[in-house]
């Protein structure tokens, strides 16, 4: 009931702001609410205190005890909605399939995956030295296995 309460709450103030969206919901069976969120344009401190209200300010402490946490997805955390990859278009990712792993630029998402485009130096089809190609590869989200955005400093 306690869980349905604060889910309901919870669905109430993201439906308010499009750009959010959520990535994790749990409660601990001590009471313990914790909320990972994303957004289109990214999150805000605001964005986190809006929801964290929205939640707190209706329920009542005298008739269960709670914590709330309300956190965004970090920057260095995996993917895990579809709708994270549009917000990270034109950054560089690294992908992992099954078979493979790709450092690579996300040029694209689509419903259903993403494609990805590098430069790489391979031999010349006649004669000798390198050149550069440019390689673009398509895959599908079920062929993903984790996707984390490369941050640069």
């Not at 209706?58 to 997805?73: G, I, K």
């Not at 278009?89 to 259903?112: H, M, P, Q, S, Y």
């Amino acid at each position: 009931m306690f869980k349905n309460k604060v889910q309901t709450l919870l669905n109430d103030a993201l439906e308010e702001d499009s750009n959010l969206f959520l990535i994790d919901f749990s409660i601990t069976t001590d009471h313990k609410i914790k909320v990972v969120l994303d957004g289109d344009l990214g999150v805000t401190v605001q964005d986190c205190m809006k929801i964290s209200r929205a939640i707190e300010h209706n329920l009542d402490r005298e008739e269960e005890d709670f914590s709330l946490e309300v956190a965004s997805a970090g920057a260095a955390a995996p993917m895990v909605l579809p709708r994270q990859y549009k917000k990270n278009i034109g950054r560089k990712l690294a992908v992992k399939t099954e078979d493979e792993t790709f450092e690579a630029n996300l040029t694209d998402a689509t419903e259903n995956g993403i494609v990805l485009e590098w430069k790489a130096r391979e031999p010349k089809p006649i004669g000798k030295g390198k050149h550069t190609v440019q390689k673009r590869k398509e895959i599908d989200f079920s062929d993903i296995k984790e996707a984390k955005v490369i941050l640069k400093f």
